[in-house]
């Protein structure tokens, strides 16, 4: 286990239809964050666990949007009734308690078109 | 306003110039700073941390001004391999936040 692995690399799906993205993080980080990417923006801040708990939820958030760390170790972002505007990548990162920033490693992404 | 904000760009520098990129932060209660680098599609990788007495990793300086709320990164001597997209990180309680990064095109 040497680095964040996220699945799928790449989704394509059509509007309306629910999607969902794993997770696998550094095995000895207790901290998991969802990041959103869209062309020329950088990546903004979903969510983030510390183990299995969910800390933190952005607004950006929609009700249709979930995640998931259920044993503290790999996490699941699912989207319900998918819209053109969700597609986007999705970066998921980990990083160990009291990093202060330091030390966060990201995955290279599932990203996500909506068609 | 955005928490983070940079000049989109692109800086188009030809090779062997220095360039210097600028960001800002509106949250004062932002606790470290960093600099990360993005190649294309791929996903965001440190490049380095920012403090306030400035710190130096070969060719690139990164320095801090908590006063004006102001980090900066200098690249010297610019090699083809640094154009990216160059984007300032805070850290903010307990997540980091991201400008929209500032992309750079090293011509040849």
């Known amino acids: 286990d040497t680095g964040v692995s996220q699945n799928p690399r790449h989704k394509i799906t059509k509007r309306g239809q629910n999607v969902t993205f794993r997770c696998d993080p550094i095995?000895?980080?207790?901290?998991l964050y969802w990041y959103r990417q869209t062309l020329g923006q950088g990546p903004e801040f979903l969510t983030y666990?510390?183990?299995?708990?969910?800390?933190?939820k952005s607004r950006l958030l929609s009700d249709r949007f979930s995640a998931e760390r259920p044993k503290g170790s790999f996490s699941t972002l699912e989207i319900q009734r998918t819209e053109q505007g969700d597609s986007a990548m999705y970066l998921c990162?980990?990083?160990?308690?009291?990093?202060?920033?330091?030390?966060?490693?990201f995955g290279s992404g599932t990203r996500l078109t909506v068609v | 306003r955005k928490e983070v904000e940079q000049d989109p760009g692109p800086f188009n520098v030809p090779e062997g110039a220095t360039v210097a990129f600028n960001c800002t932060y509106s949250n004062s209660a932002s606790q470290s700073f960093f600099w990360y680098r993005q190649d294309c599609r791929k996903e965001p990788k440190l490049l380095m941390s920012v403090y306030s007495s400035g710190n130096e990793d070969g060719r690139f300086t990164a320095q801090l001004n908590r006063a004006s709320q102001y980090i900066s990164l200098l690249i010297r001597d610019s090699k083809l391999s640094d154009s990216a997209t160059y984007l300032c990180?805070?850290?903010?309680?307990?997540?980091?936040?991201f400008g929209k990064g500032t992309r750079l095109h090293i011509l040849p």
């Open positions: 666990f510390q183990n299995e708990a969910q800390l933190e």
């Open positions: 990180v805070v850290n903010r309680q307990d997540k980091i936040i």
């Open positions: 990162a980990s990083s160990s308690l009291g990093g202060g920033g330091y030390g966060y490693t």
């Open positions: 095995s000895e980080h207790n901290r």
